[in-house]
């Protein structure tokens, strides 16, 4: 173990000596050699610096002991006005680090964008807010989830043809996943048929957990209220600029995407549902093939593509799974 002296400046053979002159009280050069067993000189040296360090005095080649509690009370007093000192410098080296970090993060703000969080209201504001980010950077690919039926008879009714147009200059394209609920509401099917044509994906699910999107790799929407439609609260959202939630949601998307049902419209939808809405007339293969102008093959193929589009085991849990879905409207 160290001398618990020698953070006062005094090491083993300089206490030692020290801890002879208090024996002594007063005592020579020699007398003191003759005590430590030591050469003249080494203990001259030695008591040379015990007086510098003021624990002991020297008086006409005599060496007087100062009582201990004084001697080392003032090496004591001394050490700690140095901590204290070295005390103050590391907290100004600390206030210094902080001025380093600040550079730091400012360094990294500037390389991959500070992470800012705007809140925005209303839907004007919000439709208005996605053109203006794909202007500022087209083609933006634009990703979105809607939970209800309020938004989308909403998007339908005055938002949709915007979106349809920027589809149609390359500015954006939009996918979206929409409850299934919505495609019977006046107008969506239209407009989601347009946003098809030009370049759009929608797929459906029964639910959608939440409203929110992604417009590019850097901007987030998020709702006020996660699981709320957004014009229950007056359409307030949050516009999220940073790659890490933008990464987040899109994970999500994705997930919510792998389990979502295409649309059936277009070429093959459109004759799938062509069988689908016949039989649920109650024709039989034979006369649904005459009112198509097709063969019987066909409309049994059609059939097992509705089949299989559906996840149905039957014809008739097709029908019932795509009346379920609006296709039959």
């Not at 400046?9 to 206490?15: F, K, P």
């Not at 590391?90 to 001025?99: H, P």
């Not at 600029?241 to 933008?246: E, I, P």
């Not at 198509?292 to 085991?313: N, P």
């Given at each position: 173990?160290?001398?618990?002296?020698?953070?006062l400046?005094l090491?083993?053979?300089?206490?030692?000596?020290?801890?002879?002159?208090?024996r002594?009280?007063?005592?020579?050069?020699?007398?003191?050699?003759?005590a430590m067993d030591?050469?003249v000189?080494k203990?001259g040296?030695?008591?040379?610096?015990l007086?510098?360090?003021?624990?002991i005095?020297?008086?006409?080649?005599q060496y007087?002991?100062?009582?201990p509690?004084?001697?080392?009370?003032?090496?004591?007093?001394?050490?700690?006005?140095?901590l204290?000192?070295?005390?103050?410098?590391?907290d100004s080296a600390?206030g210094?680090?902080?001025?380093?970090?600040?550079?730091?993060?400012?360094?990294?703000?500037?390389?991959?964008?500070?992470?800012?969080?705007?809140?925005a209201?209303?839907?004007?504001?919000?439709?208005?807010?996605?053109?203006?980010i794909?202007?500022?950077?087209?083609?933006?690919?634009?990703?979105?989830?809607?939970?209800?039926?309020?938004t989308?008879?909403?998007f339908?009714?005055?938002f949709?043809?915007?979106?349809?147009?920027?589809?149609?200059?390359?500015?954006?394209?939009?996918?979206?996943?929409?409850?299934?609920?919505?495609?019977?509401?006046?107008?969506?099917?239209?407009?989601?048929?347009?946003?098809?044509?030009?370049?759009?994906?929608?797929?459906?699910?029964?639910?959608?957990?939440?409203?929110f999107?992604?417009?590019?790799?850097?901007v987030?929407?998020?709702?006020?209220?996660?699981?709320g439609?957004?014009?229950?609260?007056?359409?307030?959202?949050?516009?999220?600029?940073?790659?890490?939630?933008?990464?987040?949601?899109r994970?999500l998307?994705?997930?919510?995407?792998?389990?979502a049902?295409?649309?059936?419209?277009?070429?093959?939808?459109d004759?799938m549902?062509?069988?689908?809405?016949?039989?649920?007339?109650?024709?039989?293969?034979?006369?649904?093939?005459?009112?198509?102008?097709?063969?019987?093959?066909?409309?049994?193929?059609r059939?097992a593509?509705?089949?299989?589009?559906?996840?149905?085991?039957s014809r008739?849990?097709?029908?019932?799974?795509?009346?379920?879905?609006?296709?039959?409207?």
């Amino acid at each position: 173990m160290s001398d618990p002296f020698e953070t006062l400046g005094l090491d083993r053979a300089q206490t030692a000596l020290y801890s002879a002159v208090l024996r002594l009280h007063s005592a020579s050069r020699s007398d003191l050699a003759q005590a430590m067993d030591d050469p003249v000189d080494k203990v001259g040296r030695q008591l040379d610096d015990l007086v510098k360090l003021g624990v002991i005095d020297e008086q006409s080649g005599q060496y007087l002991a100062r009582h201990p509690a004084a001697a080392l009370g003032r090496l004591i007093a001394e050490r700690l006005d140095r901590l204290a000192e070295e005390s103050r410098m590391i907290d100004s080296a600390l206030g210094s680090i902080r001025g380093l970090i600040r550079d730091y993060d400012a360094g990294r703000d500037y390389r991959s964008g500070p992470f800012t969080v705007e809140k925005a209201s209303g839907a004007d504001v919000l439709y208005e807010s996605v053109l203006g980010i794909a202007v500022q950077s087209p083609p933006m690919e634009l990703l979105t989830a809607v939970p209800d039926e309020r938004t989308m008879t909403d998007f339908a009714r005055k938002f949709a043809d915007p979106w349809i147009d920027a589809q149609k200059r390359n500015l954006l394209t939009v996918q979206a996943i929409v409850p299934v609920s919505t495609l019977v509401l006046p107008g969506v099917r239209d407009h989601l048929t347009q946003l098809l044509e030009t370049g759009g994906k929608v797929r459906t699910l029964d639910r959608v957990p939440s409203w929110f999107m992604t417009a590019g790799p850097d901007v987030a929407g998020l709702p006020a209220y996660w699981g709320g439609n957004l014009p229950d609260h007056a359409y307030n959202f949050y516009l999220v600029r940073t790659s890490v939630v933008v990464g987040v949601l899109r994970s999500l998307f994705d997930e919510l995407w792998a389990r979502a049902m295409p649309l059936p419209w277009g070429r093959r939808g459109d004759g799938m549902i062509q069988v689908l809405r016949l039989a649920a007339q109650g024709m039989c293969d034979d006369s649904i093939a005459r009112q198509l102008g097709v063969s019987v093959r066909t409309v049994r193929a059609r059939f097992a593509d509705a089949m299989t589009e559906l996840g149905a085991q039957s014809r008739f849990h097709a029908g019932v799974e795509a009346a379920r879905r609006g296709w039959l409207r």
